[in-house]
């Protein structure tokens, strides 16, 4: 714990993922297979549904943005009890070629999106919006929030020193890629403390959603329409 405290939480940090740039295939694979384990075991799974259940009403269109290996929208697909239209966007072609069926998988950057507003019931931004830095957060957020009818549903990492230290034990034994050791670690010192997520979204011109802490370290904010 002690090299959690000469870290230093109180800021989030500004280094980038190694996921996010050039990345050996198999590489790649077995680090998406380690964030499917981490949504499973971790709490990323069951966050996600509770807050999104609601809006997916018969027929509803979910876009789950950042979505890796499309195991989130998998997921709410396959425990729905209506059937509704899942797509998975991402800005790596590989990462998104894995989305099982009934994802329908689309390559784009969320700084450039294909889709009209108020296109989709619920957008979902799961473990990604810690991806960007502070001053790029409130444009992502507004995009993402104003493709939407019904609700935005951001799931990710609450910052902690604790989640980190207990990680830093874990990780190397639980993880199959030494990618997903060092962005896991690094995810959790890029992730938020709920008030600086209420205020990217003020500063998206949005209401200061409700967040919601989830056991272990997730926070869930949900912004409607
Ligand atoms: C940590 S992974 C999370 C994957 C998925 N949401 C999950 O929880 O299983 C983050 C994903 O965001 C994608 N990503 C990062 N920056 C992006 C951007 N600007 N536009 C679209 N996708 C992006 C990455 O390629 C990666 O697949």
Known sequence: MSAALSIGFRERATEGEILDQEVAEDEARRSLADIRLVNRWLGGRRALRR???????PGARLLDVGCGSGDLPAFLADGAPEPFLAVGLDRKALHVREAPFP?????????????????????????????FDAPELPAVISTLHGLCRGALVVNDLHRSAVAWGFSRLFFPFLFQSRISVSDGLLSIRRGFRPRELQDAFAAAGLPRP???RRFPYRLVAVAEA
């Not at 807050?51 to 009403?57: D, E, F, Q, R, T």
Request: net charge neutral; proline share 10%.
């Open 210 to 212: 409700e967040i919601e």
């Open 51 to 57: 807050a999104v259940l609601p809006y997916l009403k």
């Open 103 to 131: 994802v329908r998988p689309v390559v784009a950057d969320v700084r450039a999106l294909p889709f009209a507003p108020r296109t989709f019931d619920v957008v979902t931004a799961s473990l990604f919006l810690h991806h």
